[in-house]
C-alpha cells in the first residue's frame, strides 16, 4: 500500500487520472511525442489526415478490451466539449474520424495542422461506465471516492505490466503543510508538492528521498496590452530590463528554479537558445526617461507619496502562496528605477473574471510554457481562451506554427514566435518552476530524467527493508 498526502483538492481528478487512465499519445519531456494508447501513426502530404494505428492488447478495468470505436468515441466527445476547444483549438479543425479496422483510426482536418494535433492527442481514453462512470485502462482503478480519502486499486491485467503496489490511498488536506506534518508523523508515503520553505527540514530527514523536476510552468508578469501605457512594446521592454531575476530566485524561491524565456526551455525546437533579459537598471532608466517617463523631483511641493514616473496595479491570486514574496521583492526592485507597483490580492476566481475583461493594468501569475506547442495558442493567440493580455503580436506566426508540416517549418515559426516574446515584451518573465515529491525510503521510486515520478508510480517496488517507519509498511 502506498499513501499520498495532496494538497490540492480541486485538482484531484489530474492526479487520478494519471494513475487510472492511458492516453492516446503523449509528450515528453522534451516535447516530442511518444507513444501510448496509439502505438504508430502518420500524416498525409498535404497534413490534411492522420492516419492512428492503436495497440490490440488494452484491457479496460472492466476486462473489454480497448479498440478504434473508443478511440473514435473519445475524441468526438472531447471536440464537442466548448472548455475543451477553447484550451486546445486544434480539436476545431477536426473534420471527421473515421473507423477503418478495430485498432486503426483516421482522422481528417479541415486545415493541414497535423503535426499539432499529434500533440492534441495527449487525452485520457475512457469507455462510457455505470453511473456516467468512465472505465479506464491504468495501472490502477478507483474502488471508492469519499470527501477527503481516494482509494485506487492495482489493474491486475495492465498492459504494461501489473504494479507491484496493490493499493493506493489519496489523502487531501487543506495546506501543503498540513499534507507535510501527516508525513512527518509518518501517515502518508509521498508528499506531492513539497514547500519550499520546509525543502531544508525535508532533506534533513533521512527516512524520506527528495525528487525535483522543471515544471512549463514560470512566474509572470503580465501586462494588459490593449491598455495605455501598456500598449507601447517600448516600456514593456524597459520595464523588464528592470528585474533581477536570480535575486527572485534566490530570495523568494530558496535558489531553487531558474531564470524564465517565456517558453519551454527544454523544447527540441528551440535548439537550448534561450532569449532573456539581463539585470539592467540603467538601460530601464534611460528607456523610461526616452518615452517620456521622468522622476518628478524630491521637493515638488504637490507630492502626496513617492515620487514615481509611473504608477500601476498588479493583481494576484492570494490562494497561489509563493506570489505574494515575488510579487514584493518584484515591486522593490521597480522602486529603485522609480516605478510603482501596487499588488492586489484577490481570490482567484476573482482574478480570473477580472482579467477577462480590461479593466486592469497587469497580473502576476503562472503560466504555462508549452511543453506541447499546442498550448501556445491557449495563452498567446487572441482568440485562445486564456490570452488575457490582449497581444495580438504573435498570432500570424502562430497560425504558421498551426499549419507547419515539416521540422523544418515548425523550428521556423516556435523560433519566431520565441523572438517576439522577447522584443515585444508582453510579459516579464520571471522564473521557471520547480515542483518537489518527497516519498518515504520503504519505495524503490524509478526516478526517469525529465518526467514527473507520480508517472512511473505503478514500476515502484517496495524495498527490501519495510520494517522501518512510514503507512507502506502497513502491507
Same mark, same amino acid.
Given at each position: 500500500?502506498?499513501?499520498?498526502?495532496?494538497?490540492?483538492?480541486?485538482?484531484?481528478?489530474?492526479?487520478?487520472?494519471?494513475?487510472?487512465?492511458?492516453?492516446?499519445?503523449?509528450?515528453?519531456?522534451?516535447?516530442?511525442?511518444?507513444?501510448?494508447?496509439?502505438?504508430?501513426?502518420?500524416?498525409?502530404?498535404?497534413?490534411?489526415?492522420?492516419?492512428?494505428?492503436?495497440?490490440?492488447?488494452?484491457?479496460?478495468?472492466?476486462?473489454?478490451?480497448?479498440?478504434?470505436?473508443?478511440?473514435?468515441?473519445?475524441?468526438?466527445?472531447?471536440?464537442?466539449?466548448?472548455?475543451?476547444?477553447?484550451?486546445?483549438?486544434?480539436?476545431?479543425?477536426?473534420?471527421?474520424?473515421?473507423?477503418?479496422?478495430?485498432?486503426?483510426?483516421?482522422?481528417?482536418?479541415?486545415?493541414?495542422?497535423?503535426?499539432?494535433?499529434?500533440?492534441?492527442?495527449?487525452?485520457?481514453?475512457?469507455?462510457?461506465?455505470?453511473?456516467?462512470?468512465?472505465?479506464?485502462?491504468?495501472?490502477?482503478?478507483?474502488?471508492?471516492?469519499?470527501?477527503?480519502?481516494?482509494?485506487?486499486?492495482?489493474?491486475?491485467?495492465?498492459?504494461?505490466?501489473?504494479?507491484?503496489?496493490?493499493?493506493?490511498?489519496?489523502?487531501?488536506?487543506?495546506?501543503?503543510?498540513?499534507?507535510?506534518?501527516?508525513?512527518?508523523?509518518?501517515?502518508?508515503?509521498?508528499?506531492?508538492?513539497?514547500?519550499?520553505?520546509?525543502?531544508?527540514?525535508?532533506?534533513?530527514?533521512?527516512?524520506?528521498?527528495?525528487?525535483?523536476?522543471?515544471?512549463?510552468?514560470?512566474?509572470?508578469?503580465?501586462?494588459?496590452?490593449?491598455?495605455?501605457?501598456?500598449?507601447?512594446?517600448?516600456?514593456?521592454?524597459?520595464?523588464? +530590463?528592470?528585474?533581477?531575476?536570480?535575486?527572485?530566485?534566490?530570495?523568494?524561491?530558496?535558489?531553487?528554479?531558474?531564470?524564465?524565456?517565456?517558453?519551454?526551455?527544454? +523544447?527540441?525546437?528551440?535548439?537550448?537558445?534561450?532569449?532573456?533579459?539581463?539585470?539592467?537598471?540603467?538601460?530601464?532608466?534611460?528607456?523610461?526617461?526616452?518615452?517620456?517617463?521622468?522622476?518628478?523631483?524630491?521637493?515638488?511641493?504637490?507630492?502626496?507619496?513617492?515620487?514615481?514616473?509611473?504608477?500601476?496595479?498588479?493583481?494576484?491570486?492570494?490562494?497561489?502562496?509563493?506570489?505574494?514574496?515575488?510579487?514584493?521583492?518584484?515591486?522593490?526592485?521597480?522602486?529603485?528605477?522609480?516605478?510603482?507597483?501596487?499588488?492586489?490580492?484577490?481570490?482567484?476566481?476573482?482574478?480570473?473574471?477580472?482579467?477577462?475583461?480590461?479593466?486592469?493594468?497587469?497580473?502576476?501569475?503562472?503560466?504555462?510554457?508549452?511543453?506541447?506547442?499546442?498550448?501556445?495558442?491557449?495563452?498567446? +493567440?487572441?482568440?485562445?481562451?486564456?490570452?488575457?493580455?490582449?497581444?495580438?503580436?504573435?498570432?500570424?506566426?502562430?497560425?504558421?506554427?498551426?499549419?507547419?508540416?515539416?521540422?523544418?517549418?515548425?523550428?521556423?515559426?516556435?523560433?519566431?514566435?520565441?523572438?517576439?516574446?522577447?522584443?515585444?515584451?508582453?510579459?516579464?518573465?520571471?522564473?521557471?518552476?520547480?515542483?518537489?515529491?518527497?516519498?518515504?525510503?520503504?519505495?524503490?521510486?524509478?526516478?526517469?530524467?525529465?518526467?514527473?515520478?507520480?508517472?512511473?508510480?505503478?514500476?515502484?517496488?517496495?524495498?527490501?527493508?519495510?520494517?522501518?517507519?512510514?503507512?507502506?509498511?502497513?502491507?
Amino acid at each position: 500500500m502506498l499513501t499520498i498526502g495532496y494538497a490540492a483538492p480541486a485538482g484531484l481528478n489530474v492526479l487520478t487520472s494519471v494513475l487510472t487512465d492511458d492516453i492516446l499519445i503523449r509528450t515528453g519531456p522534451d516535447g516530442r511525442v511518444e507513444s501510448m494508447l496509439a502505438k504508430s501513426w502518420s500524416v498525409n502530404v498535404a497534413g490534411t489526415s492522420v492516419l492512428v494505428e492503436l495497440r490490440e492488447d488494452v484491457p479496460f478495468h472492466d476486462g473489454s478490451l480497448f479498440t478504434a470505436a473508443d478511440a473514435k468515441a473519445t475524441l468526438d466527445h472531447l471536440r464537442k466539449l466548448p472548455g475543451r476547444l477553447a484550451r486546445n483549438p486544434v480539436l476545431g479543425d477536426i473534420e471527421s474520424i473515421v473507423v477503418e479496422g478495430p485498432h486503426r483510426i483516421r482522422i481528417d482536418l479541415t486545415r493541414p495542422s497535423a503535426q499539432l494535433l499529434l500533440l492534441a492527442l495527449g487525452v485520457y481514453v475512457e469507455k462510457p461506465g455505470p453511473d456516467d462512470a468512465g472505465v479506464g485502462a491504468g495501472p490502477f482503478y478507483i474502488e471508492t471516492q469519499e470527501p477527503g480519502e481516494t482509494t485506487l486499486r492495482v489493474h491486475k491485467d495492465y498492459y504494461l505490466g501489473r504494479s507491484d503496489i496493490d493499493k493506493v490511498i489519496i489523502k487531501t488536506y487543506a495546506s501543503v503543510r498540513m499534507a507535510w506534518a501527516a508525513m512527518m508523523r509518518s501517515e502518508i508515503d509521498l508528499l506531492f508538492d513539497v514547500p519550499i520553505e520546509a525543502r531544508e527540514f525535508v532533506e534533513a530527514d533521512t527516512s524520506v528521498r527528495l525528487f525535483s523536476r522543471d515544471t512549463p510552468y514560470a512566474y509572470v508578469l503580465i501586462f494588459n496590452t490593449r491598455r495605455p501605457p501598456f500598449d507601447d512594446y517600448k516600456l514593456r521592454v524597459a520595464l523588464s +530590463h528592470a528585474i533581477d531575476r536570480q535575486a527572485l530566485i534566490d530570495g523568494a524561491l530558496g535558489g531553487r528554479g531558474s531564470i524564465a524565456s517565456g517558453v519551454w526551455p527544454s +523544447h527540441w525546437v528551440y535548439g537550448g537558445k534561450e532569449l532573456t533579459y539581463g539585470y539592467d537598471p540603467k538601460t530601464a532608466d534611460r528607456q523610461l526617461s526616452d518615452l517620456g517617463f521622468l522622476v518628478p523631483p524630491l521637493e515638488d511641493p504637490n507630492r502626496t507619496s513617492f515620487p514615481s514616473r509611473l504608477r500601476f496595479t498588479a493583481i494576484f491570486g492570494q490562494d497561489q502562496a509563493q506570489l505574494e514574496p515575488i510579487g514584493l521583492r518584484v515591486q522593490r526592485q521597480l522602486r529603485q528605477i522609480g516605478v510603482e507597483m501596487e499588488l492586489d490580492a484577490k481570490p482567484q476566481t476573482e482574478m480570473d473574471q477580472q482579467v477577462e475583461g480590461t479593466d486592469w493594468d497587469a497580473a502576476l501569475l503562472s503560466l504555462n510554457t508549452a511543453r506541447s506547442l499546442g498550448r501556445l495558442y491557449r495563452y498567446w +493567440h487572441s482568440s485562445g481562451s486564456s490570452a488575457v493580455s490582449g497581444f495580438t503580436g504573435a498570432d500570424a506566426t502562430l497560425d504558421s506554427l498551426r499549419s507547419a508540416l515539416t521540422k523544418a517549418e515548425t523550428i521556423r515559426a516556435a523560433g519566431a514566435f520565441q523572438q517576439i516574446l522577447f522584443d515585444k515584451a508582453p510579459a516579464i518573465f520571471l522564473t521557471n518552476l520547480e515542483t518537489t515529491r518527497a516519498v518515504g525510503r520503504q519505495f524503490e521510486v524509478l526516478d526517469e530524467p525529465g518526467r514527473d515520478v507520480i508517472e512511473t508510480l505503478w514500476r515502484w517496488r517496495i524495498a527490501n527493508d519495510t520494517s522501518g517507519n512510514g503507512a507502506g509498511a502497513a502491507n
